[in-house]
């Protein structure tokens, strides 16, 4: 199916320690976006790759394409409690984004 | 960013009753989408337009339907709700490739 899977489903970290989120697709992606979702809130927009192999970064977090275009992945360093939340990928449908499965990711202080 | 507004922000009713959720965005965009997610859950579409009198069906089978009049309103009726209706639900107004959604409706059916 066009479902893009996430893995981990759930994660739990201790504030400092990193996070990543990966996101796979069976068929090749001309893109991939990632959304994040703060607890009670709605998704937001972060980042859009093209390239393969593209590496963009915001402050703590880093965001990969992989080179085949098949993969992406969302790694943060050092978690703060503020980066709780859950973190979707999204690739491009037919006239619609289809999102990944999300990652759930909690910090503890 | 897009303005994308939704009312009411929480909705609490009795079964059977009919309701609409209303939608609007400012920026223009012809691209709407109706999405409903259960808490931390996954998003799954349920309705989109690519404009003004022009609906599809989303992945996720859903009891509700959709009007597109107007380009900036995009509103989502239950004739008749039942607990199983009970959800949140996200509009969405795309441009380009990015997406912005609205702050939802959290609706709960007794």
């Known amino acids: 199916g066009q479902q893009v899977m996430q893995i981990p489903q759930y994660q739990h970290v201790q504030e400092g320690e990193d996070f990543t989120t990966y996101c796979n697709s069976s068929?090749?992606?001309?893109?991939i976006q990632w959304y994040k979702q703060r607890p009670g809130g709605h998704p937001v927009f972060l980042i859009q790759l093209v390239k393969s192999g593209e590496v963009k970064k915001q402050k703590r977090l880093t965001f990969q394409f992989g080179e085949a275009k098949k993969n992406s992945s969302l790694h943060i360093t050092a978690t703060q409690t503020t980066d709780v939340g859950t973190y979707f990928c999204a690739k491009k449908g037919f006239q619609k984004l289809v999102f990944g499965t999300g990652t759930r990711l909690l910090v503890s202080p | 960013e897009a303005d994308i507004y939704q009312t009411p922000r929480y909705l609490v009713i009795g079964t059977g009753k009919k309701i609409t959720l209303e939608c609007s965005q400012t920026m223009g965009h012809d691209k709407m989408y109706w999405y409903q997610q259960d808490p931390g859950m996954e998003l799954h579409l349920i309705h989109y337009s690519y404009g003004v009198n022009s609906t599809e069906k989303g992945d996720l089978s859903s009891e509700s339907t959709v009007s597109r009049i107007r380009t900036e309103h995009f509103p989502l009726t239950l004739e008749s709700a039942r607990p199983s209706h009970t959800s949140q639900y996200l509009c969405a107004s795309r441009s380009g490739d990015t997406q912005y959604f609205g702050p939802g409706t959290r609706l709960t059916v007794l």
């Open positions: 068929t090749t992606l001309s893109n």
